[in-house]
């Protein structure tokens, strides 16, 4: 079946540092991607969206480029903050017809001054 | 606009007993789906609605069930407890049933302990 596999956490970075969050998928269709962001204690964020092949999403310094030769939508940001911290999600959309999503782990990351 | 609402927002359960859940959605969405999320994992999908009817279900067991409301808001309910539905439970809304075109928006979740 379709699926998610994000590169395991903690990621602990300095302020300023190069972020990337690897994200791999499987899908038998032409799936959406998605990144989500949870800060602790509150639901789900949309931080971005790519629906097709070599799109480029991105919102707040974020971004991840649809890769359907690798199956692959990396997340990255140039320059961190601490009020980056929290979990990140990669998902899927099932490309059966209706609008599931399928995520990975989710990966923790960690900011500090 | 209000985003989509969730209540309650903590529920203690013991188990063997029922809970109910509730979600409102974005104004004007008209599909509402549910996951759940077990601490330390990705959300799992439990069941989507559109237009008042079941459109998806996961892979969980007949204890669950949800529906959908006239307005839109849904419900879901639990059946007969267990230790290992403890879990945030999360509530999405979308504008339509697109295959996965439509975003889906995330409301805050109820997290449910069961002792």
């Known amino acids: 079946g379709d699926s998610v596999t994000q590169m395991e956490g903690p990621v602990t970075l300095s302020e300023e540092a190069f972020l990337t969050i690897n994200c791999t998928y499987t899908a038998t269709g032409y799936p959406s991607l998605f990144w989500y962001v949870q800060y602790p204690g509150e639901g789900l964020q949309l931080l971005l969206k790519?629906?097709?092949?070599?799109d480029k999403g991105s919102n707040k310094g974020f971004e991840a480029t649809y890769r359907k030769e690798t199956t692959s939508f990396h997340l990255e940001k140039g320059s961190v903050q601490v009020s980056d911290s929290a979990v990140y999600f990669c998902a899927l959309s099932d490309p059966g017809g209706y609008n599931k999503l399928i995520f990975g782990a989710g990966t923790r990351l960690a900011v500090h001054p | 606009d209000a985003g989509v609402t969730q209540s309650p927002t903590h529920l203690i359960k013991t188990r063997g007993q029922h809970v109910t859940l509730r979600c409102s959605p974005i104004s004007g969405h008209k599909s509402v789906s549910w996951y759940q999320q077990v601490l330390g994992q990705g959300p799992q999908f439990i069941f989507q609605y559109y237009e008042k009817e079941e459109r998806g279900r996961g892979n969980f067991p007949d204890r669950f069930s949800a529906r959908q409301f006239p307005n839109y808001s849904s419900e879901l309910n639990v059946n007969a407890l267990l230790l290992g539905d403890s879990a945030l439970y999360l509530c999405?809304?979308?504008?339509?049933?697109?295959?996965?075109?439509?975003?889906?928006?995330f409301g805050p979740g109820t997290r449910l302990t069961v002792l």
């Open positions: 999405a809304s979308s504008l339509r049933l697109a295959g996965g075109v439509d975003t889906q928006y």
């Open positions: 790519a629906t097709k092949a070599d």
